[in-house]
Each structure stands twice: as structure tokens, then as C-alpha cells.
């Protein structure tokens, strides 16, 4: 495992993260910001918005390392994470990539065992049970025991930036070609809502959102999720 110590300064250019030597290029190019004690969270970084989830998590002061490969999520001395993101993107896409680098099995199980989880907007349909208006092929972990509508919100036009009243408190998160929840199963909380339509569920230590609240850099289910990491 690399500490900062083993790890050279990040190269000039963009300013370090508040309270940070890791700006998240020097996290593309190294794999992980380890800080001792911390909870290391596991970004999966095969698509999408990975840069953002890592602002906001490297700002609460986390660890954070990238998941390419299995190896990154665990190896002979078990899991190398306490948390995983599963960030925004094109659900579509990470489903076929995770298969590709052979992660789909190993993310799955890990996240069924119980490693506190965050998917956002296409993080939300792979921890779904059911994708409603998949693409051709298209699977899910089938995890999280909801029933999800891709782009439900309309397309990249209809994005929005929109004020939400959450169990975890007030947000403004952006929409961008969202899913919605069409079902929620027994075990699963309602956190919000846009109108009257579900997008943000809860369900033991998983979190999931249909909407992004790194692009706002709105920190508060980031936080619920290292606090369910600390745990
Ligand atoms: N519509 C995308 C999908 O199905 C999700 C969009 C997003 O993550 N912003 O994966």
C-alpha cells in the first residue's frame, strides 16, 4: 500500500485541494490519496464524474483511491477499501467497462457484503435491482432494491440545477438525463424527492441518488457516507 510519504508532490498547476497536498490530477496519475486513519473510499473511475466525487470527498478528508481493476478493490489481504462511489456518467457504459476490466463480480459482492456505497444519478441505475429503458444489453449489480427509469427527467437539455429538501438536509444538486425511482422495496427509505417523483433512496449503508451533488459541491451525502464507513 503507498503513503503520501512514498509519493512524489503533485505537479504545479491547478491549487491543492483546501487542507490537501492531492489535487485530483495527481490522484489520476498515482491511483490513490492515502492519508493515515482516514476512510479510504474507492471511486470507481472507468467513467463519468469522477474528478468532482473526489474534491468533495478529499475536502472531508478522506482517502480516496481510484478502482480500475479487482486488484484495487481487494486483494490477498481482503478489501482495500472502507467505502465505495459509484459516480455519474453513462450507466450503460460503466455496466460493459465493469465486465471489461472484470469488476462487475467483485463490486457486486462487495457491496452486498455491506462496504458503505454512493451511486449517483448512473451509480444509481447499476445498484438497481431493475433498469427500466435499458440499453440493449444493459445489466445492473441488482443490489439496491429499486425499480429505476434512465433519463426520466428528459435529456441533456432538460438538465437543471434544483433546491431539494433531504433526510440529510437541504441540497442543491444538479439533474442531468436522470433517473427516477419507479419502485421502492420494503427495506429501502425515501431521502428525497423532486415533486413527487423518488431520487434519493437509502438502504442499510447504500446511498443512492438520482441526481449529482458533487457538481454543487454539496458535501452532505458524502458525509453520511464516511460516517456509515466509520462505523
Ligand atoms: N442517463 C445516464 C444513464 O443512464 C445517467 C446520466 C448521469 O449519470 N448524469 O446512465
Not at 445492473?140 to 437543471?160: I, K, P, T
Not at 419507479?182 to 424527492?193: H, Q, S, T
Amino acid at each position: 500500500m503507498t503513503t503520501v510519504a512514498e509519493r512524489p508532490a503533485p505537479a504545479a498547476g491547478r491549487p491543492p485541494v483546501k487542507g490537501s497536498i492531492w489535487t485530483p490530477d495527481a490522484l489520476a496519475a498515482s491511483g490513490s490519496a492515502v492519508r493515515p486513519g482516514a476512510p479510504r473510499v474507492g471511486v470507481l473511475a472507468l467513467q463519468g464524474g469522477v474528478r468532482e466525487h473526489t474534491e468533495v470527498l478529499l475536502g472531508l478528508g478522506a482517502s480516496v483511491a481510484y478502482l480500475r481493476r479487482p486488484e484495487d478493490l481487494a486483494g490477498p489481504d481482503g478489501l482495500r477499501v472502507d467505502a465505495l462511489v459509484l459516480p455519474g456518467g453513462e450507466s450503460s457504459t460503466i455496466d460493459r467497462l465493469l465486465r471489461v476490466f472484470g469488476l462487475f463480480e467483485p463490486l457486486r459482492d462487495a457491496v452486498a457484503a455491506g462496504v458503505p456505497t454512493l451511486g449517483t444519478c448512473a451509480g444509481l441505475v447499476l445498484l438497481a435491482r431493475t433498469v427500466l429503458d435499458p440499453a440493449p444489453g444493459q445489466r445492473s449489480l441488482g443490489v439496491l432494491d429499486v425499480d429505476v427509469r434512465r433519463n426520466a427527467f428528459g435529456s441533456q437539455v432538460d438538465s437543471a440545477e434544483v433546491d431539494l429538501d433531504t433526510t440529510l438536509g437541504p441540497a442543491r444538486v444538479a439533474f442531468i438525463r436522470a433517473p427516477r425511482v419507479e419502485r421502492v422495496g420494503p427495506g429501502v427509505e425515501v431521502i428525497a424527492r423532486r415533486g413527487d417523483a423518488v431520487v434519493g433512496v437509502r438502504q442499510g449503508t447504500m446511498l443512492g441518488l438520482s441526481f449529482h451533488p458533487e457538481l454543487t459541491r454539496e458535501a452532505p451525502f458524502h458525509r453520511a457516507l464516511l460516517a456509515a464507513a466509520a462505523r
